[in-house]
């Protein structure tokens, strides 16, 4: 089976987590947008959710929280089973222009966290946004690291890390995980 794994900046990994954190918040993200959707028909469901880096983001999280944030900079934190998907579309004759209503962008805002300025320059190349919903998270108690997950790669990119551990089947070898991917990507559980 495979699982999803989800690069998120530390502000709004935050925001997913506070709550199962008993941290008390005004706000809670229980969507994640994203231009691109998970479709294979062996993916679990689950998101396991890669905290980035991003200093900027994470000097946005209140100064209080930043010290308990911190453990999960570049670490895997938890997982989420997404047990349903929106789909917003673009106008057809305009871009710009999405097809929702002003209570569907109210309704957008409150759980993605965002504001309608920051979801538009987030969708200005793309004809679609995927809201990822958010339910029964997991917190682990001990973040992960990257190369404790592993996905496929083409073997022709193939490194040679390790011959004993290494499962290559129809041109393509499992490997641990090195670097977060940009987005999203596709792990094996």
Not at 87 to 107: F, G, I, M, P, T
Not at 119 to 130: A, G, Q, R, T, V
Request: aromatic residues 14%; charged residues 30%; positive net charge.
């Amino acid at each position: 089976m495979k699982s999803v794994l989800i690069s998120i900046q530390p502000y709004y990994v935050f925001l997913i987590i506070a709550k199962a954190m008993g941290w008390s918040i005004d706000k809670e993200k229980t969507i994640e947008l994203r231009t691109t959707r998970p479709r294979d028909k062996n993916w679990n469901n689950l998101v396991e959710i890669y905290c980035s880096k991003n200093k900027k983001s994470f000097n946005q999280i209140p100064k209080k929280y930043q010290p308990l944030m911190q453990r999960f900079l570049g670490k895997v934190v938890g997982k989420w089973l997404c047990n349903k998907i929106d789909s917003y579309v673009a106008h057809e004759d305009n871009k710009d222009y999405w097809d929702l209503s002003v209570k569907e962008w109210e309704d957008l805002k409150q759980i993605s966290c965002l504001t309608i300025p920051q979801i538009l320059d987030y969708s200005e190349h793309s004809d679609n946004l995927y809201g990822l919903h958010i339910s029964d998270l997991k917190i682990y108690d001990k973040p992960k690291d990257l190369s404790e997950f592993k996905h496929w790669v083409n073997d022709k990119d193939y490194d040679g890390w390790n011959e004993q551990r290494t499962k290559i089947v129809k041109g393509f070898v499992l490997r641990p995980i090195t670097r977060p991917f940009q987005s999203w990507g596709y792990i094996e559980v």
